[in-house]
């Protein structure tokens, strides 16, 4: 039980922070679609997350468009 125990810890810290990357994420995305300049690129840098991450998480322009949430892409 103990090992269960701890392993649950660095599940609970890395799900809390791929939590607060995706709102990150979101945010960032809708300031940049704002802007007219959303893209992968510009996003991993605003963020500071690899490029390669985002264009597996979000292949296509409408899934990234999409991080930024219903009311900024209407």
Request: charged share 30%; glycine share 6%.
């Amino acid at each position: 039980m103990r090992r269960a125990a701890r392993g649950a810890e660095p599940a609970r810290r890395r799900a809390e922070r791929a939590s607060r990357r995706d709102v990150e994420i979101g945010v960032a995305a809708a300031e940049l679609l704002a802007e007219d300049a959303l893209t992968h690129e510009a996003l991993a840098a605003r963020v500071d997350v690899p490029v390669g991450f985002l264009q597996w998480a979000y292949p296509d322009p409408d899934d990234l468009a999409a991080t930024a949430g219903p009311s900024t892409t209407s």
